[in-house]
């Protein structure tokens, strides 16, 4: 079996950013397709479910930017480049009827959002929202730090790892504007909230993984609906009513991305996926250099984990592809893919390496 994806990472203008990559499962090669230049540092990048046009952002010395791709054939073509009002834009994400961009500006603790013209194209910035604040690490929480943002419908989770909090917002859909709410949810002191996964058969729950604590956090919705609208709805129907519910969140479990008495080099946790069928949950850790695979149980809290290496140094992203999973390290530049056994990542011999790997996406 055939799959291509795609693979951003630090890279000079003249230099390949982003690639696209396509393995065969079966015969155990990979091969490059096609590539894009011209774009300097694109950090994180999510494809249009059409699977006919490609986001990034791109990291500058100054202010940040936001870039939207169409695809020529396999080949990605830049349409348009957007300021995002803040430094190192880390993560970018669409709302559900792709109609808007985030991004999150991580080196100046901001947001930014952005509407989407019919085509998809960049159209225009509708907000911008610069956060104060610090957490109690002067040396990684000095002020806030923005490492992500994602939109379910009219709400709205940036995880601000600088000040210990997932920030919750209503958005307003005519304007595109994010309200601040009182529904913010608080970390453990210096854990560093990094990313956020959500998973279609738990409606409520959100799933946290923390930066500096290497701790995931499985948060449940306590608004009073839950259980009538379990009663009363259908699964699709229940998600979508939570989603919008208003209700604050409560911690049902912490558990360590890292085995017990871990004392190796430093570690930073670093992203959080549900599988596709939604059995499993995996996190990468950086310095203990794994993928963590967790059972997720029937009550939506997660088993021990069981630890696979990632192929390399520093795993910043993986993705997941059927039962594959494509594993890529920053430092190492190594690109690995796996496939996936219970809670045991195999070894399938696929492997290249991309300069400095920040982000890897299925193509639609």
């Known amino acids: ?129 610069q956060f104060e604040g610090h957490g109690t690490n002067p040396a990684r929480q000095d002020r ?15 995880c601000d790892l600088g000040c210990d909090l997932v920030r919750v917002f209503d958005f307003d859909r005519v304007s595109g504007k994010l309200s601040p709410t009182d529904r913010n949810i608080s970390v453990q002191p210096g854990d560093g909230p990094r990313h956020l996964a959500l998973h279609d058969s738990h409606p409520g729950f959100l799933y946290l993984i923390t930066e500096m604590g290497s701790r995931v ?12 609208v379990q009663k009363i709805r259908s699964l699709s129907e229940r998600h979508d009513v939570l989603k919008e519910s208003g209700g604050k969140y409560e911690v049902i479990q912490k558990i360590s991305s890292l085995p017990e008495g871990y004392d190796g080099p430093e570690n930073t946790a670093a992203a959080i996926r549900f599988t596709e069928d939604g059995t499993r949950l995996l996190v990468s850790n950086r310095g203990h250099d794994s993928i963590a695979v967790y059972e997720v149980l029937p009550d939506g809290t997660l088993s021990a984990p069981c630890w696979n290496p990632s192929g390399g140094v520093a795993p910043r992203d993986f993705n ?18 796996y496939e996936l056994d219970g809670l045991k990542l195999r070894e399938t011999g696929i492997h290249t390496n991309f300069g400095h790997p920040s982000c890897v996406q299925p193509a639609m």
């Open 320 to 337: 997941i592809i059927g039962n594959y999973v494509i594993s890529s390290n920053q430092i190492s530049g190594d690109v690995v893919v």
């Open 217 to 228: 956090y499985v948060l449940k919705e306590s608004s009073g609906r839950y259980e009538a």
């Open 144 to 158: 806030p730090y923005i490492h992500y943002a994602l939109c379910t419908g009219n709400t709205f989770y940036a």
């Open 1 to 129: 079996m055939v799959h291509d994806f795609y693979v951003s990472g630090y890279a000079a203008p003249d230099e390949k950013g982003i690639i696209r990559y396509r393995f065969d499962a079966d015969a155990k090669t990979i091969e490059e397709v096609d590539y894009v230049t011209g774009i300097e540092n694109p950090t994180y990048m999510i494809p249009h479910p059409d699977g006919k046009k490609i986001y990034s952002g791109e990291k500058h010395k100054g202010e940040g930017e936001v870039v939207s791709y169409i695809l020529d054939g396999t080949k990605p073509r830049v349409t348009a480049k957007i300021k995002t009002g803040g430094i190192s834009p880390c993560h970018i994400s669409l709302d559900p009827a792709c109609e808007f961009l985030f991004a999150a500006n991580y080196a100046t603790g901001s947001l930014a959002a952005f509407r989407l013209n019919a085509d998809g194209s960049l159209m225009e910035r509708t907000d911008f929202i």
